[in-house]
Structure formats: C-alpha cells, structure tokens
C-alpha cells in the first residue's frame, strides 16, 4: 500500500504558475501509474492529467493542455504537476492518485490510492 501526500498548492494570479508536489511513501512510486485530479466547488472530480507506470505515456486534459506538464523522480518518490499559465476555471483541490497496471488510467475509479488534496486559488 502507498501512501500520497500531495504540497505546493496556494493562491496566485491569473497568468501565474505553480507546481504541486506528490510525495508517496511505502511503495516505490515507479511501481504506479499516476494521475492528477481535480474538484471545484460544486462539481465533480475531474481528470487533469496522468502517466503510465513506465512512463513512457502521458494523457492530458483537453483544458489543460499546452499548460500543465506531469513528471516524476522515482529518485525522490515524487510526482510533480508543473502548472502554467493559470486561469481563475483552474481553481480546485488537486488530487494526486495511483494505481496498478501497466496502462494509463483516464478514469478516477481506475485508481486506488489517493491523496488528499492541495487547494489551489487563481485571482483574476
């Protein structure tokens, strides 16, 4: 079993950047494709962006493509969601997730392990 600590998230101006952090501990990260969720007041959690397990595949959300890069350190156990060029429709908790397999999982019931959450705030 792992365990995901996700950090890095705060309050910034539109335009701005921040990179949100996924710490796992227990397991060795490498072991997991990963995934970065996020929730909004009043909606459901949604899909931001994931990597298989060798990482060698990378899906991002349509939203936040061209924006938002996901990385990992199996050095450091830690995942890594690298987000630029904010807008105030990127406001939410983010989630980061781990699953099992080899493939890349598009879907949050697809994971097994969650964090639990980092808010992340963008003024306009």
């Known amino acids: 079993q792992v365990q995901l600590i996700e950090s890095g998230g705060g309050l910034v101006q539109a335009g701005g950047s921040l990179r949100l952090s996924c710490l796992a501990s227990g397991r060795t990260l490498s072991t997991y494709p990963m995934g970065w969720f996020r929730q909004a007041p009043g909606k459901e959690r949604e899909f931001v962006a994931a990597m298989s397990r060798s990482g060698g595949s990378i899906y991002y959300a349509d939203s936040v493509k061209g924006r938002f890069t996901i990385s990992r350190d199996n050095a450091k156990n830690t995942v890594y969601l690298q987000m630029n060029s904010l807008k105030p429709e990127d406001t939410a908790v983010y989630y980061c997730?781990?699953?099992?397999?080899?493939?890349?999982?598009?879907?949050?019931?697809?994971?097994?392990?969650w964090g639990q959450g980092t808010q992340v705030t963008v003024s306009s």
């Open positions: 997730a781990a699953g099992t397999g080899w493939a890349i999982l598009l879907r949050s019931r697809d994971y097994d392990y």
